[in-house]
């Protein structure tokens, strides 16, 4: 079992920065695929950024360049920093993980998910 916890989310105004936190304990590995996915009212879920256990990162056009995925290995922590945010950035955030199982991380149908963060952009 892997627990992960969020934390980071809240309010900013369009064009500033937040960076999200998610403390990883239990038994995954650094070989673990571990992604960020956001839920907006009425929306589908999307992944916006994902890690696997090479630290190769990938994020989706509408965030690349603003969003970036990294880990502290010392404090076992997934982040996000995101910068640049736009109202269309506003979502419930959540952090994922899953054993690779030798698959692309490039998914959604991750084992493991926090309970998530709220993220507000204002205009």
């Known amino acids: 079992q892997v627990q992960l916890v969020e934390s980071g989310g809240g309010s900013v105004q369009a064009g500033g920065s937040l960076r999200l936190s998610c403390a990883v304990s239990?038994?995954?590995?650094?070989?673990?695929?571990m992604g960020w996915f956001r839920q907006a009212p009425g929306k589908e879920r999307e992944g916006v950024a994902h890690?696997?256990?090479?630290?190769?990162?990938d994020y989706p056009h509408s965030v690349k360049g603003r969003f970036t995925i990294s880990k502290d290995h010392a404090k076992n922590t997934l982040l996000l920093q995101m910068n640049s945010l736009k109202p269309e950035d506003t979502a419930m955030y959540y952090c994922?993980?899953?054993?690779?199982?030798?698959?692309?991380?490039?998914?959604?149908?991750?084992?493991?998910w926090g309970q998530g963060t709220q993220v507000t952009v204002s205009s």
């Open positions: 994922a993980a899953s054993p690779s199982g030798d698959r692309s991380c490039d998914r959604d149908d991750y084992d493991y």
């Open positions: 239990g038994s995954s590995n650094s070989s673990y695929c």
């Open positions: 890690i696997d256990g090479t630290g190769y990162t």
